[in-house]
Nanobody, 129 residues
Framework: QVQLVESGGGSVQTGGSLILSCVASGFTHDTYMIGWFRHAPGKEQEGVACITDKGNTDIADSVKGRFAVSRDNANKTTYLHMHSLKPEDTAVYYC???????????????????????WGQGTQVTVFS
């Protein structure tokens, strides 16, 4: 069965960097899209970055210029590169997979997390000042 496993979370000081990894297994193809979401206590879940199998990406406005997303299809791993971290970036970060393989990142992907059929268990990121 499909599994997504995140790693790389931890505690970091304001202004620091972290790279989260998401390893996918169980897919019979590589044409799935990966989205990164985060959920902070008392806040709604938020999509932060998305990447297709062809490398098309979208970064949410709230993290644009600080976060980036990349993908290594050979190793079935997607990365969320987070820089200039702020306390408001504190959240549990999840990767999720959409097996429908859109050609480009759909404009509404952040508002439609239900299109992602598979989700990882999440990894905690804590940014302290």
């Amino acid at each position: 069965q499909v599994q997504l496993v995140e790693s790389g979370g931890g505690s970091v000081q304001t202004g620091g960097s972290l790279i989260l990894s998401c390893v996918a297994s169980g897919f019979t193809h590589d044409t799935y899209m990966i989205g990164w979401f985060r959920h902070a206590p008392g806040k709604e879940q938020e999509g932060v970055a998305c990447i297709t199998d062809k490398g098309n990406t979208d970064i949410a406005d709230s993290v644009k210029g600080r976060f980036a997303v990349s993908r290594d299809n050979a190793n079935k791993t997607t990365y969320l590169h987070m820089h200039s971290l702020k306390p408001e970036d504190t959240a549990v970060y999840y990767c999720a997979a959409d097996a429908d393989a859109p050609v480009g990142v759909p404009k509404t992907w952040t508002q439609n997390p239900a299109r992602f059929e598979y989700w990882g268990q999440g990894t905690q990121v804590t940014v302290f000042s």
